[in-house]
């Protein structure tokens, strides 16, 4: 391993870290300083439910699809959702395998499965973009942060593909690749719209708080009787 390969792959990623978790200190230290109003209308006479019991269903509505009518409907996009935000995730998640635990690197079968994750993510990623060019009404509300973190994200995963293998031996293009973009994810992230999973806890906690208090969350599916021919 090379010299400037070990500074990516361990001091450029280390102080990416730092500087994105400094952000976030700032951030969340900034959204702690304000509190939520209080409800105005009194509570639901619902038994079944509570603001506690509508924070745990407003955080795991993400996890169920079956719950959102938008999701129902066109299970494909949910299903291309999960696909990239797994592989960000992994991508993530390698970023710090390969320098620290390589040997988790070593079987087959796990790289050919990030390959495949990664080549997933790359080809969503790239059809997300050609949907948001292709379409006037999504094209209008595009903004350029959108763009470049879908571009971005994308050219990720393909560059993973190709790391994944982790055999600087035959060549350590694809690694300084992909560190280098990794180490730029890590400090363009929050700044970029990609940092709205850190504010989705926080959204979620006083939204789900609201519904339970109100009685809207969880929702309550009823199921209406077929009619009757006679």
């Not at 509190?35 to 019991?53: L, Y």
């Not at 992994?90 to 390959?115: C, D, E, H, W």
């Not at 940092?195 to 809207?216: A, D, E, K, N, Q």
């Amino acid at each position: 391993m090379s010299e400037t390969l070990r500074f990516v792959s361990d001091d450029l990623q280390l102080m990416a870290l730092s500087f994105m978790a400094v952000v976030y200190v700032i951030r969340i230290r900034w959204i702690l300083k304000y509190k939520a109003s209080r409800d105005r209308q009194p509570p639901s006479e619902r038994k079944d439910t509570s603001p506690f019991k509508g924070i745990i269903y407003s955080w795991a509505n993400i996890a169920m699809p079956w719950s959102m009518e938008s999701t129902r409907r066109m299970f494909p996009f949910y299903l291309q959702f999960v696909v990239f935000h797994l592989a960000v995730a992994a991508n993530i998640t390698m970023s710090f395998v390969i320098p620290y635990a390589p040997g988790l690197m070593k079987p087959v079968i796990v790289v050919r499965l990030l390959q495949t994750l990664f080549a997933a993510a790359f080809l969503i990623g790239c059809y997300r973009m050609y949907r948001r060019l292709s379409i006037p009404a999504i094209r209008m509300i595009s903004t350029p942060d959108d763009l470049f973190s879908l571009g971005l994200l994308t050219v990720w995963s393909f560059a993973s593909i190709f790391a994944a293998p982790n055999r600087p031996d035959l060549g350590e293009g694809p690694l300084l690749v992909y560190f280098i973009m990794t180490a730029f994810f890590l400090v363009y992230v929050p700044f970029s719209k990609i940092s709205h999973y850190l504010y989705y806890p926080f959204t979620r906690f006083y939204f789900g708080r609201t519904m339970g208090y109100r009685g809207v969350y969880p929702v309550k599916h009823v199921t209406h009787p077929k009619p009757t021919h006679t």
